[in-house]
């Protein structure tokens, strides 16, 4: 896999309107990062899916221009552009009379690849997400649990290496503990092949989780904001935003900033038995370690040995340095 096949996306003015006067996307401005993971959240009504589809022309756009690459997809062919864009949505939509391995060989087929490269990509798209080839993929959709038919979607849509990767709602069909293993198993994956992803999701917590980037849209598409998930915790630019991510984004915060390398007590100092973590942990795992574990104090740690310690006023410090 080419893990360096990404591309920027570029809305400029970007509009939709329906006959008859609906507005779901008035002027809409956005660059994604090519490699990046950024996030479209707000409430229905917002435009988050019309952007999504607009992208890889599932809707043409109104008025605006919508490039990857600086090429204007609207000028494009739109089969090749579609071969360029992997399409994730919340319900899968594999194929139920074929069986994993022809649904993921779908587009390397159209593209007119030999039996054996189609069978070495399948196989490796399948161990890239977390599925035995040789067991799953002569299964059919219905014989898969609802986590597994997600993975195959994902690998379905990475089969052709596109530059971009489009998700709508995609993990919002499971229940919340498969859910929370598909969101962590999928940042492993994209720090594999670094794609352009733009998701859609309505769960500002997934947001936080995922996105390099969160663009914050209110109706109409209105762009409220747009940035790194803890900058948009710490400095919401609007009451609008401010409300839409809750009133618990300061705890949201601790779960995307880093425990500090720097500035940690001496272990000496600590109870030996406090809580250890890791240095790659965030403030979040430092605080409930350290509700948990009653000393008072966690201690931080990393491949070599024991690199400080915490405690709560030093978590919150760490939470607050910078605002």
Known sequence: MDATAAAEIELAGVRKEYPGGSVAVASLDLVVPAGSLTVLVGPSGSGKSTVL??????????????????????????????????????????????TVAQNVATVPKLLGWDRKRVSA??????????????LHGKRYPHQLSGGQRQRVGVARALAADPVVLLMDEPFSAVDPIVRGRLQQEFLRLQETVRKTILLVTHDVDEAVRLGDHIAVLSEGGKLEQFAPPAELLARPASAFVAEFVGADRGVKRLSVTPIPRQGLRAVGEVDGGSPRLPVSATLYDALAALLEGGTGHVVVTDGEGELGAMSADDIYTAATTGD
């Open 121 to 134: 990509r399948v196989e490796e798209l399948l161990d890239l997400v977390g599925l035995d080839a040789g």
């Open 53 to 98: 589809r607009m992208v890889n022309r599932l809707i043409a756009p109104t008025a605006g221009v919508i490039s990857l690459d600086g090429q204007d997809v609207t000028k494009s062919d739109v089969v090749a552009l579609r071969r360029k864009i992997g399409y994730v949505i919340q319900h899968v939509g594999l194929f139920p009379h074929q």
